[in-house]
Nanobody, 121 residues
Framework: VQLQASGGGLVQAGGSLRLSCAASGLTFNTYVMGWLRQAPGKEREFIAAISWTGDLTSYADSVKGRFTISRDNDKNTAYLQLNRLKPEDTAVYYC???????????????WGQGTQVTVSS
């Protein structure tokens, strides 16, 4: 299983980014997809999750209304749209996959390598 996250970068506060997670080696539509992040010196934090068909989503309170998770099962890809970014959103963002829905959990079966998001003030 490979999860390849991309789309991170340096952006000013208030800006936007779109992260992508390309999956291979798994039957994509049988996996819940999640996005998590880890800032320096902090524990890994749940950000968002999306169910197998995309009909159910969950967000951390810190990003609700600003971030949007989605997926395209035909392309084996999950996305995270980051809007109205804040300096405190600076972290390495990871995509992850799990067979089961684990709302707001940081426990996933498979992890990508992470993509850095840096928000300047």
């Amino acid at each position: 299983v490979q999860l390849q996250a991309s789309g991170g970068g340096l952006v000013q506060a208030g800006g936007s980014l779109r992260l992508s997670c390309a999956a291979s080696g798994l039957t994509f539509n049988t996996y819940v997809m999640g996005w998590l992040r880890q800032a320096p010196g902090k524990e890994r934090e749940f950000i968002a999750a999306i169910s197998w068909t995309g009909d159910l989503t969950s967000y951390a309170d810190s990003v609700k209304g600003r971030f949007t998770i989605s997926r395209d099962n035909d392309k084996n890809t999950a996305y995270l749209q980051l809007n109205r970014l804040k300096p405190e959103d600076t972290a390495v963002y990871y995509c992850a996959a799990d067979l089961y829905w684990r709302d707001r959990s940081t426990e996933y079966d498979y992890w990508g390598q992470g993509t850095q998001v840096t928000v300047s003030s």
